[in-house]
């Protein structure tokens, strides 16, 4: 059974910076699409950030993009999130999710088969 573990959340202040991590055990998701997602309180799941699993495609949603970069590191079966110039607005629980198919939409969240329970990150201004 695949299992993904978030780490690396707390609090952060604006303009600052705070990297979260997700660990893979079970199998290893070298081959997974891997994702981050996040739910701030009051407001539905939405996409935040996305990487094939060669690494050669990462994906952004527009409020983060510029701010966040995605890695992972696959011989560790590990994913990264880098928050750089972290914004009150980004506060949410992260989620981190390995997709089996290659062919992954990576924005969508229906794509993904595995779930960590998430980390919550808190930004003050």
């Known amino acids: 059974q695949e299992q993904l573990v978030e780490s690396g959340g707390g609090l952060a202040q604006a303009v600052g910076s705070l990297r979260l991590s997700c660990a893979a055990s079970?199998?290893?998701?070298?081959?997974?699409?891997m994702g981050w997602f996040r739910e701030a309180p009051g407001r539905e799941r939405e996409f935040v950030s996305a990487i094939r699993w060669r690494g050669s495609g990462t994906y952004y949603a527009d409020s983060v993009k510029g701010r966040f970069t995605v890695s992972r590191d696959n011989a560790k079966n590990t994913l990264n999130l880098q928050m750089n110039n972290p914004q009150p607005e980004d506060t949410s629980v992260y989620y981190c999710?390995?997709?089996?198919?290659?062919?992954?939409?990576?924005?969508?969240?229906?794509?993904?088969?595995?779930w960590g329970q998430g980390t919550r990150v808190t930004v003050s201004s």
């Open positions: 999710a390995a997709a089996k198919f290659l062919g992954a939409t990576p924005e969508e969240e229906g794509s993904y088969d595995y």
């Open positions: 079970g199998r290893t998701l070298t081959t997974y699409t």
